[in-house]
């Protein structure tokens, strides 16, 4: 799992999945050098050698990456949702530079009842929301921001922009109203991209969380309840993921931008709840209900 060698991005880790997929009915995936709109040709600004973003805000090692250009006169209104302020400080100095990306982030916040007070005031053409934040998450802040994005005249449209690719975070905020799910992979002149397409009202999708979204609404059978897994919070659950796909702790802790420490408790809490004994027999719990 060591990172070394590996290049930089939005969440400051690498991995697959780093370009959306997007477009009204799915879209197919896209190439590894950009995103694919709703007609299937390469998006626009794709694959030109942008480079991605750390968590701090710096550019990657070997060169300052050129800032995502939107179209001429494009312009979109942002408030960005993430109870991290370091992501949120990277964030808009990566896509923050309207005369050159056409997006302008009038607003910020770090917790629920922040966010909707924000978006309230605000009102934003699209929100970058964090699937986990202090007060309920997402979903609380979109089942709280229901009348706005049923304004007819001036929706506020959501995408979920999450270190979390699983399944039950994306399907969840995906049947909350937001209009898209990408993972933190993604590379600022992506990211740009996406919200525009947002804003126009398509969905977009990291290629591998498309395929949930289309099992989960194409089933008209409504999911099992696991009552073991519905003890366990949002973030054990995300420490719970993690553990059993081989992270170490140090891992994690940089992963979710929490301590080692805080790590460990949450490691204690889910084997209590579960009744399991080591971390072996949770990654064999986790395995045998998919959640890896």
Known sequence: MSDANEPNDLAGQSGSGTEPTVGRGGGRAAQESGTVPAGGQQG????????????????????????????????????????????????????????????????????????????????????????HLPGGGGVEVLRRCSALMADAERPVRFLALSVSDAAEDVIGVIRGGARGYVTKTITGTDLVDSIFRVQDGDAVFSPRLAGFVLDAFASTDAPPVDEDLDRLTQREREVLRLIARGYAYKEIAKQLYISVKTVESHVSAVLRKLQLSNRHELTRWATARRLV
Not at 93 to 119: C, H, K, L, M, Y
């Open 44 to 131: 626009e600004g794709a694959g030109q050698g942008d480079g991605a973003l750390g968590a701090s805000g710096g550019p990657v090692a070997g060169g300052e990456p050129e800032a995502a250009v939107s179209g001429p006169g494009r312009h979109v209104r942002v408030v960005l949702v993430d109870d991290h302020r370091m992501f949120r400080t990277g964030v808009q100095a990566e896509i923050g530079q309207t005369e050159r990306t056409g997006v302008e982030v009038v607003g910020e916040a770090p917790d629920v009842d922040q966010a909707v007070s924000v978006i309230t005031s605000t009102r934003p053409e699209v929100v970058l929301l964090d699937v």
